[in-house]
């Protein structure tokens, strides 16, 4: 359907044109001598105007109720122009074959359903106009993303999902356990069962293999190794966290995005950040007008326009300690009041990017050392680290970056600090130990982006199947 340019003005050129088309219908529409079927197929937001004489082949499948909302269908018929409002040509049909029919049961019906609703028909939705949409510019996002790092010479490396070490620090990971298989059935099929000591408690040792192993938080690390020798590179695929947050911001498997710079200090990371942002923005809006409009329209109203904003003006920038002050002269009251060392909370960093600084994204820089992660630069103050994040309207934080500690000796005194076990972080050290070098990098959280081009309010829709606390169906 995208093909014919969605039965817009510009398929009129294609007038006589014999086409097949392969979807499922929308809606069902009988008059006395013909009916009108709307097809979909995915390949854009419009569906396809079919309109059956009742004399043509098939027409028994109509007649006798094979052809309702949900349906499979299989179509040939001519091009025409159509005297409806919403399309300019249509199709009139030859040849109908039901390929698979719907069960009247069929829960998306025409009727406007809530994304909550949706949410429990998490295999049905793509049928819907929204996810159909979001799932397009989920996949352009996705698109523009290599692009953009592809064209300017970065590497994509694979990060491991399963690993040893937590990024983070934050001890938010799910562990990997392995399933035994049940001796006493003859082994045929292994039983979900966490291995246990004999005084029945969990084995941890026995997790991956005799080995304890988690599902990676970041790709980070793993990306530092290859940034040290390939110069710039990024990641791209799925991280998880195990913390317990029922937000709309917060999956605990959610796509990440990390580039990592060498021979770069923050500046460039920021300069990089800003970049990207604009670049897949900008790709969206120029190769996804059908489904921007559909956002602009019924999902947040003026969307276009805040995006086309942030495609050309400059991001504001300032460091935290200048963020907490302009928190704590806000007349705005919080219910988490600041002081210098406090971590932003959302409310926070929507005040900043939406009040403060009217829609604009900002980055904030410079954060204290104590609430940000091991492996960041201190700068010269002693109390802060070259860290960064991008805050954006409606969403907060998008980014988090960092320069990284390229020092082996202030960054084997940071990790005795934090008691954590410098031997397993050997391979890591080593990188400073063998031709360290400056390098800097961030982590976007790929969900968050999608709410962010697509006004979707809840993380939830962004991700064809979202994983949050006690749901894992479909
Ligand atoms: O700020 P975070 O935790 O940073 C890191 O993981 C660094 N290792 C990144 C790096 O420097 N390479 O996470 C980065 C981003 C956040 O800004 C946010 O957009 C997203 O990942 N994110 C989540 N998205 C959805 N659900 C969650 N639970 C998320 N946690 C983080
Ligand atoms: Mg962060």
Request: charged share 25%.
């Amino acid at each position: 359907i995208a093909d014919i340019k969605g039965g817009s003005e510009e398929g009129l050129d294609r007038l006589g044109e014999t086409l097949v088309v392969r979807g499922w219908v929308r809606t069902v529409r009988a008059q006395s001598s013909v009916t009108f079927i709307d097809v979909n197929d995915g390949s854009c937001l419009s569906n396809m105007q079919c309109v059956m004489a009742s004399d043509t082949e098939g027409y028994d499948q109509v007649e006798n109720g094979l052809i309702s909302t949900g349906a499979s269908v299989w179509i040939e018929g001519t091009v025409v122009s159509s005297q409806g409002s919403k399309q300019k040509i249509e199709l009139k049909v030859q040849k109908l074959v039901v390929v698979g029919k719907s069960d009247p049961s069929f829960p998306i019906q025409k009727k406007r359903v809530s994304r909550e609703f949706l949410r429990t028909k998490a295999h049905l939705r793509p049928r819907t106009n929204t996810f159909g949409a979001v799932s397009r510019v989920r996949n352009a996002l996705a698109y523009a993303t290599h692009k953009f790092f592809q064209e300017n010479g970065f590497v994509w490396v694979s990060s491991p999902i399963i690993t040893a070490s937590d990024c983070e620090g934050a001890g938010e990971q799910f562990c990997v356990t392995t399933l035994i298989p049940n001796s006493n059935e003859g082994g045929e099929s292994p039983v979900n069962a966490i291995p246990t000591t004999e005084a029945g408690s969990v084995d941890w040792s026995q997790d991956f293999f005799g080995k304890r192993a988690y599902l990676t938080v970041s790709g980070q690390l793993n990306g530092e190794t290859y940034a040290t020798a390939l110069s710039d590179i990024y990641t791209f695929g799925p991280t998880f966290r195990a913390e317990n947050s029922n937000t709309s911001r917060h999956l605990a498997e959610f796509w990440m995005i990390e580039p990592e710079l060498a021979f770069a200090d923050l500046d460039d990371d920021m300069a990089c950040a800003t970049a990207y942002l604009q670049y897949v923005v900008k790709y969206v809006l120029e190769n996804c007008k059908e489904d921007m409009d559909l956002f602009n329209t019924w999902i947040e109203k003026g969307i276009i326009n805040r995006l086309s904003d942030v495609v050309e003006k400059n991001f504001v920038q300032l460091t935290y300690t200048d963020a907490i002050e302009l928190l704590l002269k806000a007349k705005k009251k919080f219910d988490f009041p600041v002081k210098w060392g406090c971590d932003l909370q959302s409310e926070h960093e929507r005040y900043i990017t939406e009040e403060a600084f009217g829609g604009c994204p900002v980055i904030i820089r410079d954060y204290p050392k104590d609430i940000k992660a091991f492996y960041m630069r201190q700068n010269d103050d002693g109390k802060t680290v070259a860290a960064m994040d991008m805050l954006v309207p409606r969403v907060g934080e998008l980014i988090g970056g960092s320069q990284r500690e390229e020092r082996l000796e202030y960054l084997e005194e940071r990790l005795d600090n934090l008691n954590l076990n410098k031997e397993s972080f050997w391979w890591y050290l080593d990188l400073r130990r063998y031709g360290s070098v400056p390098h800097a990098g961030f982590g976007l959280g790929f969900e968050r982006l999608v709410q962010f081009a697509t006004g979707i309010d809840n993380i939830r829709d962004a991700i064809p199947f979202p994983r949050t606390p006690g749901s894992a169906e479909f």
